[in-house]
C-alpha cells in the first residue's frame, strides 16, 4: 500500500495523467470488467443459496468463500508472482478461472459442488492480485500512482455497484447465466494483459530464490516487524473488519427488512451498491481533488468514523436508511484505501512487492471474512439490525486505540528515504552484476519511462 517522496508540498495528479500509460489503460480495462463479472456472480450465488437454504449462516458463508483461499495460503500463492514474470502469471491465472467458472456454470450443478468450484477459482486471485499490485508501481511511479490507485478503486466499487444489481435481478430466474458472464470477463482479461503490458523479468533472479516458505516469512517480517509498515497494516485491517458488514448481510437484511418476495432482491441490491457508490464518488474526488499531504492526514479520521457511520443501525433503520449509512462507510474507505496504499509502496522494498501484497490481502480477506461470519452468527440468534449497531459501537471503541499507533509523517519520511537508499543500493548492485558478466537486458524486458514530464514524485 505506498507516501510522498518529498516533504515539500506537492500538487495531485490528473486522471489524464495517469491515463496516459498505454499499459495504465490495458490493466484498468481489463480489471473493471472482470470485477463486474465476479460481483455479478457473487450476488447471483449469495442470494441462490440464502432462497434455498433460508439460512443466514449459510448465505453469509457464501460470500465469504472467496475470502478461504486468502486466509489458508493468499500470502504463499502471492509469494508465487515475484518468482515468475508478473504478465505470464496474470493471463495463467485468468484463463484457469476461466475454466473453472464456466463448470460453475453447469445447469442442475448441486450447491456443495458449485462451491467447491469457486474456492478452487478462488485460488488464483492471490498470485494473480499480487501480480498486477506489484506491476502498477512500475507502470505508474509519484502522485500518477496513488491516483492510479484511487482510479482502480474507484473502478473495483462501480464495477461492485453494477454487478451487484445485475446479479441481484438474475438470481431469481437466471442465476447461471451471471457465472457465464463472470467466465468470459475472465477471458476479456487475459487477451488485454497479453495484447496490453510490456513482458518484464521476474522480481526475484534465480540466485535470491530460497523455499516458497522462507520468502513468505521474511515478507510477514517486514510488513509487521517494520513500523511504519506495521502501523499501516494494523489501521487497514482492523477498518475493514467493520466496513464489510453491509455487504456481507445484505441478502438477509432485505429480508428483514422486505415481507413482499419479490422486493426482497431489489432491496438486497440497493444495500449491496451503497457502499461501493460511496467509495466511487468520494475515491474520485478525493483522489483528484485533495492534495497528497492532505490525504495522508485525513486517514486517521476516516478510520475512526467508518464505522461510527454504521452505529445508527441500532435504530432499525429502513433499506434507503441502511443504504446512506453503507454509503458513508464507503466513502470513509475511499479515504483510507489509497492514501494509505501510496505510504505503504514508498517504504516497501521493490523486491518485497508481491509479497507484502499478498500479506496486506490475505489479512484484508481473514478479517472480511471474520466480520461478516461473526456478525451473521450473531444475527442468527438476535435481531440484525441491534448486531450490526452494536458490532459498530465496538469498532468505534476499537478504531480510536489502534489510530494512536500512527507513526508522525517525520516516522514516515525516514522510512521513505531508508527505502529509497535500499532500493538504489539493489538496483546498483544488480548493474554490477550484469556489467561484471558482461549482458544486457533482452529488449522485450526494458521498462521504458512513461511518466510524462508534469507529474512529480511522491
Not at 123 to 135: I, K, T, V
Not at 170 to 178: I, N, Q
Not at 230 to 239: C, G, K, M, S
Amino acid at each position: 500500500m505506498p507516501v510522498s517522496d518529498e516533504s515539500h508540498v506537492e500538487r495531485s495528479a490528473t486522471f489524464r495523467e495517469a491515463f496516459s500509460s498505454t499499459e495504465y489503460r490495458a490493466v484498468f480495462s481489463a480489471s473493471a470488467l472482470s470485477w463486474i463479472g465476479d460481483s455479478l456472480a457473487k450476488a447471483a450465488v449469495t442470494a441462490l443459496v440464502y432462497n434455498q437454504t433460508q439460512s443466514v449462516v449459510a448465505s453469509a458463508a457464501t460470500f465469504a468463500i472467496s475470502f478461504l483461499p486468502w486466509v489458508a495460503g493468499g500470502p504463499i500463492l502471492a509469494a508465487i508472482a515475484e518468482r515468475y514474470p508478473q504478465r505470464n502469471i496474470m493471463i495463467i491465472a485468468d484463463l484457469t478461472r476461466m475454466v473453472l467458472i464456466a463448470l460453475v456454470a453447469v445447469p442442475r450443478m448441486p450447491i456443495p459442488a458449485m462451491l467447491v468450484l469457486l474456492f478452487l477459482t478462488s485460488l488464483f486471485n492471490p498470485p494473480f492480485d499480487a501480480a498486477r499490485s506489484a506491476l502498477l508501481p512500475q507502470i505508474l511511479t509519484g502522485d500518477r500512482y496513488v491516483v492510479g490507485v484511487s482510479l482502480q478503486n474507484a473502478a473495483n466499487q462501480g464495477a461492485q455497484l453494477i454487478g451487484y444489481m445485475i446479479g441481484a435481478a438474475l438470481a431469481s430466474g437466471h442465476p447461471h447465466a451471471a457465472l457465464l458472464v463472470d467466465a468470459g470477463t475472465f477471458a476479456f482479461s487475459a487477451f488485454m494483459t497479453r495484447v496490453g503490458v510490456l513482458r518484464r523479468p521476474a522480481a526475484l533472479r534465480s540466485e535470491q530464490r530460497r523455499h516458497l516458505l522462507r520468502e513468505t516469512g521474511e515478507g510477514f517480517r517486514l510488513v509487521f516487524g517494520t513500523q511504519s509498515l506495521r502501523a499501516i497494516a494494523i489501521v487497514v485491517l482492523t477498518a475493514h473488519l467493520f466496513t464489510v458488514v453491509p455487504e456481507g448481510l445484505a441478502a438477509a437484511w432485505a429480508a428483514t427488512l422486505e415481507t413482499n418476495t419479490t422486493h426482497r432482491g431489489l432491496a438486497q441490491g440497493i444495500i449491496m451498491i451503497a457502499n461501493p457508490l460511496g467509495y466511487l464518488v468520494a475515491g474520485l474526488l478525493i483522489g483528484r481533488l485533495v492534495p497528497p499531504d492532505t490525504r495522508r492526514r485525513l486517514i486517521r479520521p476516516f478510520c475512526v468514523l467508518a464505522p461510527v457511520a454504521l452505529i445508527p443501525s441500532l435504530f432499525r433503520p429502513d433499506t434507503i436508511m441502511v443504504a446512506v449509512l453503507a454509503g458513508i462507510c464507503g466513502a470513509c474507505l475511499a479515504g483510507i484505501v489509497p492514501a494509505a496504499n501510496g505510504l505503504f509502496v514508498q517504504v516497501l522494498p521493490n523486491a518485497y512487492r508481491a509479497r507484502s501484497f499478498g500479506i496486506m490481502q490475505s489479512g484484508l480477506q481473514l478479517v472480511q471474512g471474520t466480520g461478516v461470519v461473526l456478525t451473521g452468527l450473531l444475527a442468527s440468534r438476535f435481531d440484525l439490525s441491534t448486531v450490526v449497531g452494536g458490532w459498530s459501537v465496538f469498532g468505534a471503541v476499537l478504531m480510536l486505540s489502534v489510530s494512536t499507533l500512527w507513526p508522525s509523517q517525520h516516522e514516515f519520511s525516514e522510512a521513505i528515504a531508508r527505502t529509497r537508499a535500499a532500493n538504489a543500493e539493489a538496483e546498483a548492485a544488480v548493474a554490477v552484476q550484469a556489467n561484471v558478466a558482461g549482458q544486457r537486458p533482452p529488449a522485450d524486458d526494458v521498462v521504458p519511462s512513461i511518466a510524462p514530464r508534469a507529474a512529480k514524485s511522491m
